[in-house]
């Protein structure tokens, strides 16, 4: 089945090895102090999971920053 494939990267400072072993967990957050929840990634990975039945991988980019890949199955019509 092919797949669809998104990249998004950015230039910032990243994200730290620590972090990155966390991040897709519900309510981790490095702004709480902020008011922030920590729902934003493990939203977005269970909705690329269970709603689009792919993947949401991070990876260093190129850039300095993030890089996010979403993959998922694209059905082809019989």
Known sequence: MPLL???NVCNGQGITK???KRMFT???TT???SGRK?????VA???VHFLLKGNLTYFDSA?????FLISCPIPLPE
Do not use: E, T
């Not at 920590?38 to 493990?42: A, F, R, V």
């Not at 850039?63 to 890089?67: F, I, P, T």
């Open 5 to 7: 494939l998104q990249a």
């Open 18 to 20: 620590k972090m990155q």
């Open 26 to 28: 519900p309510f981790v």
């Open 31 to 33: 702004l709480r102090a």
């Open 38 to 42: 920590g729902l934003g990634l493990n």
């Open 45 to 47: 990975v269970n909705l």
């Open 63 to 67: 850039l300095g920053g993030a890089g």
